[in-house]
């Protein structure tokens, strides 16, 4: 058999306590001059963020700030955030936060000097070449959570408010050219961010690891950070100012997003629609999702979990890991059900006809199709 793969793996990060310190330091090398900090609305007022514009001012580079950001960024906030970018006459982006701050941040600076309109840039095909490469502005991320991975990706999630579906947005040089990673800004989340964002990291790496397409680094990569959160999670959500647990998790959410280069799956295709029609939280959908996901994979995978149990130090095989999940998700209120989250009386057809037009489904071990997607759908509900 031959073996063929493109690779691409993550860029420079700056790691640990007090690295936020340094947020002159990354953008200087990424050359910035005039940056636009982009954060959520939640974010916008809090402590670390008003710090981190301070260090921003003092280094000469301003204190501009944008923050219409929804939790589920939308093509809006995208026009929204590009008019007050050029207005500013702004040379870069550092982006802030959680998934939402991240992606929009990412999103604003490969948009700052395209000519053709965001949906053109769609994950589809080779659509990513139709953008211009030398208009997209640099980045420097700042991840003040640690589940989504976004500092370490090429790619954004996007909600057309329209339609009411996550598009996801591709290009390789939405990668950041620096990420500060520190810990030190996560203290302040909340259980159940904490709790949310953390599983999000989970749900990576299990479905890069599951995944059946040949990436031997990211499978490696996907076991390890499914042990971070393993040993780390449950510490960060009993003591949020456990720094070395929240290091770890921050560890685990980059290793989750490199990681799933290789794939993701059924867990993802399911959560993008449901996110998008009803709002929720994605990393909580996620972990919603995945004890049925499991299931429905087990022809696929069952060997394979098999061997990451006994590399987790769990007993039981693949019922084992189960076990593990569904013991994981109620230690930290995960409702078992999506009616858990508020969600009544779906529209079936629709988030189904969502899940397999979603990116993700190509990486599911088992093919998705109408039919046993809407059974799985049905046991989630």
Not at 68 to 83: F, H, M, S, T
Not at 99 to 109: F, N
Not at 298 to 317: F, N, T
Request: include cysteine.
């Amino acid at each position: 058999m031959t073996l063929t793969a493109n690779w691409s793996y993550p860029t420079a990060i700056r790691f640990g306590e007090g690295r936020i310190q340094e947020l002159a330091e990354g953008c200087n090398a990424a050359g910035m001059k005039r940056p636009l900090l982009i954060t959520d609305r939640g974010l916008a007022q809090m402590e670390i963020t008003t710090r981190t514009l301070a260090l921003m001012e003092d280094a000469g580079l301003g204190s501009a700030l944008f923050a219409d950001v929804d939790p589920n960024p939308n093509e809006k906030n995208v026009a929204e955030g590009l008019k007050f970018y050029r207005d500013g006459g702004h040379d870069g982006v550092v982006a802030f936060g959680g998934g939402s701050g991240l992606d929009l941040g990412k999103t604003v600076a490969f948009m700052a000097g395209q000519t053709r309109p965001l949906w053109d840039f769609e994950d589809i095909g080779d659509w990513w070449t139709r953008a211009d490469p030398d208009a997209i502005a640099p980045i420097v991320a700042v991840p003040t959570t640690a589940g989504t991975g976004s500092e370490v990706g090429r790619a954004a999630v996007i909600s057309n408010s329209v339609t009411q579906e996550k598009k996801i947005i591709f290009h390789p040089k939405m990668l950041p050219s620096v990420v500060i990673c520190d810990p030190e800004l996560t203290v302040g989340m909340p259980k159940f961010i904490t709790a949310g964002t953390g599983l999000d990291a989970f749900a990576h790496c299990v479905e890069a690891y599951c995944s059946p397409h040949y990436h031997p680094m990211s499978h490696g990569m996907a076991l390890e950070g499914m042990r971070l959160v393993k040993d780390y999670l449950p510490v960060a959500y009993a003591d949020g100012s456990n720094m070395e647990a929240r290091a770890q998790m921050m560890s685990a959410a980059m290793i989750g997003a490199t990681a799933f280069q290789k794939g993701l799956g059924a867990i993802h295709a399911l959560s993008h629609p449901i996110g998008a029609i009803h709002l929720t939280h994605h990393g909580t959908t996620n972990a919603v999702c995945m004890p049925a996901v499991l299931q429905f994979n087990r022809p696929a995978i069952s060997e394979k979990i098999a061997l990451a149990s006994h590399y987790l130090e769990i007993d039981g095989g693949f019922d084992g890991f189960c076990d593990f999940v569904d013991q994981l998700n109620g230690s930290m209120a995960i409702p078992k059900t999506l009616s858990g989250l508020g969600i009544d009386a779906p529209d079936v057809d629709r988030i189904v006809a969502g899940a397999l037009k979603d990116p993700s489904t190509g990486g599911n071990p088992i093919e998705m199709t109408a039919e046993n997607t809407k059974n799985l759908l049905q046991k989630i509900l």
